[in-house]
């Protein structure tokens, strides 16, 4: 089954330490993952994609097939990273269906 | 580019009352998505289109139904409504190696 695990309802840290939001998923194929960002009250927006190996607003993301985990990775986390961050899967195929994980809200403390 | 447009931002139903949501888009995206979020639960999708005449049920589409009769819209009906339906409603669209588009929401409350 094609399901995307976020393990922290809820990360809080402090300004300056470094962040890692945790996702784990379960695909038979090549996965093809993202995150996603939603500040508050606003709308979902693509943060990055695995397949552009890229760094936004200075988190990054390596995919481990060993592991079946695409972890989210700040060094020094600011207040304005205060969000909640959405991993998800393409299912691809036909359908090109983007299954979502339960999100966790992270909470950057001054 | 408008990117994708949801209307309303708000609605407040009585029980058993039905209303559409509408969702536009102006990318000539052939994929089309509704999902609702609720708190602790993630998105789920509800019904999803690969293209305009065709759609199908996704994870959660009971109390739902859709159409897509043109590749821009992609109205999503509630016929009657119950309190389980209280959510915050997001439309989203895609392409070709585009990522998920997703529009402002519509929070919908049923009492």
């Known amino acids: 089954a094609q399901r995307v695990t976020q393990p922290e309802k809820l990360l809080s840290v402090f300004k300056g330490a470094p962040v890692e939001l945790k996702c784990n998923y379960s695909y038979s194929g090549s996965p093809e993952l993202f995150w996603y960002v939603q500040y508050s009250r606003q709308r979902l927006q693509l943060l990055l994609r695995?397949?552009s190996r890229e760094s936004i607003k200075g988190f990054t993301a390596d995919l481990n097939k060993g592991e079946t985990s695409f972890h989210l990775k700040k060094p020094f986390a600011q207040e304005e990273d205060s969000a909640m961050y959405y991993c998800a899967l393409l299912s691809g195929g036909a359908t090109n269906k983007l299954i979502f994980g339960t999100g966790t809200l992270l909470a950057v403390q001054p | 580019n408008a990117g994708v447009t949801q209307t309303p931002k708000f609605r407040i139903l009585k029980i058993g009352q039905s209303m559409t949501l509408q969702c536009t888009q102006d990318?000539?995206?052939?994929?089309m998505y509704w999902y609702r979020q609720d708190p602790g639960m993630g998105l789920k999708l509800i019904y999803y289109s690969v293209g305009a005449g065709i759609t199908d049920k996704g994870e959660v589409p009971n109390g739902y139904n859709v159409s897509r009769s043109t590749t821009e819209d992609f109205p999503l009906r509630l016929e009657l409504a119950a309190p389980s339906q209280t959510s915050v409603y997001f439309c989203?669209?895609?392409?070709?190696?585009?990522?998920?588009?997703f529009g402002n929401g519509t929070r919908l409350t049923v009492t």
């Open positions: 989203a669209s895609m392409g070709p190696n585009s990522p998920l588009h």
């Open positions: 990318m000539n995206h052939n994929y």
């Open positions: 695995h397949i």
